[in-house]
């Protein structure tokens, strides 16, 4: 997936959903969630499956909904993922391992130093995480703000 794709993708969402849900819109959010999932990910998976008929293989609904997973993890990784046969693969093998990997080397490296000890205390002495540790992380921590607020 090229970068400029999947950016715009993430602005769609921004502009569409993220910000619809802070307007208190949640309804119109939800609704904009699930045409963009439908959209963006049954696209994927619908394309994907008719160039494996093209090549003569059985379609397979069930790698067809692991492929639209995937595409909506391109979109989160901003194309980290790689719209490859190989990354595909390696998805296929564990998306959980796979969407980790793609989102904590960027993730890690972009956390100030606070966020990371915030996260070290909770987890070694039991601390809560304050409010702004959870919206500074990426991704997730502007729709949690605008689920929390």
């Known amino acids: 997936m090229l ?11 921004e502009k569409r959903i993220f910000r619809e849900w802070q307007q208190g819109n949640k309804k ?27 090549k003569g293989e059985a379609p397979d609904p069930e790698e067809a909904a692991m492929g639209a997973l995937y595409q909506i993890g391109s979109v989160l990784t901003f194309g980290a993922m790689g719209a ?4 595909y693969a390696k998805f296929m093998e ?3 391992n796979a969407m980790l990997t793609n989102i904590m080397p960027p993730v890690g490296a972009t956390f ?10 909770a987890v070694t002495k039991g601390d809560p995480l304050p ?12 729709t949690l703000k605008g689920v929390l607020d």
């Open 3 to 13: 970068k400029g794709f999947a950016i715009k993708q993430f602005d769609l969402m």
């Open 131 to 142: 409010d702004e540790t959870i919206y500074a992380l990426p991704v997730v921590g502007k």
């Open 112 to 121: 100030p130093a606070a966020v990371l000890e915030d996260v070290a205390d």
């Open 94 to 96: 564990d998306p959980a």
């Open 28 to 54: 119109e959010a939800l609704n904009n969630a699930m045409k963009y999932m439908v959209l963006s990910g049954g696209g994927y998976g619908l394309v994907n499956e008719a160039r494996q008929v093209l």
């Open 84 to 87: 490859n046969d190989y990354g």
